[in-house]
């Protein structure tokens, strides 16, 4: 605000994602996760929102994949995406009459240079390969330059969400549709 006077647009991507089993996370390692990936997105919007509503300005949350469908062995990870899901179409429904552009972006794993593995320590349980990025799933990683030209269309079309990969929607509407095929292609595909 100080040097450019007016906030067009706010985008929410901070966070951080877990390994191992949801039964095995305690509630202090769900509230930590919650705090960082959730709570931390909801003081910036409220920080922002006089300024976004002012000009009718876009707020950018980003979720994941696992804003729309739980994986195995990311923990908590999934219910802090989810609860981002939730407020960015709760702030849809309320604040979008008043001019509010609100997009959630899911996106899979993105491609990056650090490849870094979880520790296995505690996750005997959790196989190898859930211990990379997008925790196992079968998906390949996005570029992020690519990423962020749709993000950039999408808030320009003012689309309500953006699913990269697109065809992931697919899953998603099957899990709504049909629970029990939805879980037997999470399972098939991490």
Same mark, same amino acid.
């Given at each position: 605000?100080?040097?450019?006077?007016?906030?067009?647009?706010?985008?929410?991507?901070?966070?951080?994602?877990?390994?191992?089993?949801?039964?095995?996370?305690?509630?202090?390692?769900?509230?930590?996760?919650?705090?960082?990936?959730?709570?931390?997105?909801?003081?910036?919007?409220?920080?922002?929102?006089?300024?976004?509503?002012?000009?009718?300005?876009?707020?950018?949350?980003?979720?994941?994949?696992?804003?729309?469908? @739980?994986?195995?062995? &990311?923990? %908590?990870?999934?219910?802090?995406? +989810? $609860?981002?899901?939730?407020?960015?179409?709760? *702030?849809?429904?309320?604040?979008?009459?008043?001019?509010?552009?609100?997009?959630?972006?899911?996106?899979?794993?993105?491609?990056?240079?650090?490849?870094?593995?979880?520790?296995?320590?505690?996750?005997?349980?959790?196989?190898?390969?859930?211990?990379?990025?997008?925790?196992?799933?079968?998906?390949?990683?996005?570029?992020?330059?690519?990423?962020?030209?749709?993000?950039?269309?999408?808030?320009?079309?003012?689309? @309500?969400?953006?699913? &990269?990969? %697109?065809?992931?929607?697919?899953? +998603? $509407?099957?899990?709504?549709?049909?629970?029990? *095929?939805?879980?037997?292609?999470?399972?098939?595909?991490?």
């Amino acid at each position: 605000m100080q040097r450019f006077g007016r906030i067009d647009a706010l985008v929410n991507c901070a966070g951080r994602s877990t390994r191992g089993k949801v039964a095995d996370t305690t509630p202090e390692q769900f509230r930590d996760l919650m705090e960082l990936n959730f709570i931390g997105l909801v003081r910036c919007t409220r920080a922002a929102l006089p300024h976004l509503l002012a000009r009718r300005g876009h707020l950018v949350n980003i979720g994941s994949l696992a804003s729309k469908s @739980a994986a195995r062995w &990311v923990g %908590a990870y999934p219910a802090t995406k +989810f $609860a981002v899901a939730a407020y960015s179409q709760q *702030l849809r429904l309320e604040l979008g009459p008043q001019g509010l552009h609100v997009l959630l972006v899911c996106p899979g794993p993105l491609a990056r240079r650090d490849q870094r593995l979880h520790p296995l320590e505690g996750l005997e349980d959790v196989p190898p390969r859930a211990r990379g990025p997008g925790a196992g799933v079968k998906v390949r990683q996005i570029d992020p330059a690519r990423l962020s030209a749709a993000i950039l269309r999408a808030c320009q079309q003012r689309r @309500a969400e953006l699913v &990269v990969p %697109a065809k992931a929607r697919w899953l +998603f $509407a099957i899990s709504q549709l049909w629970p029990e *095929l939805g879980d037997w292609l999470v399972r098939r595909f991490t």
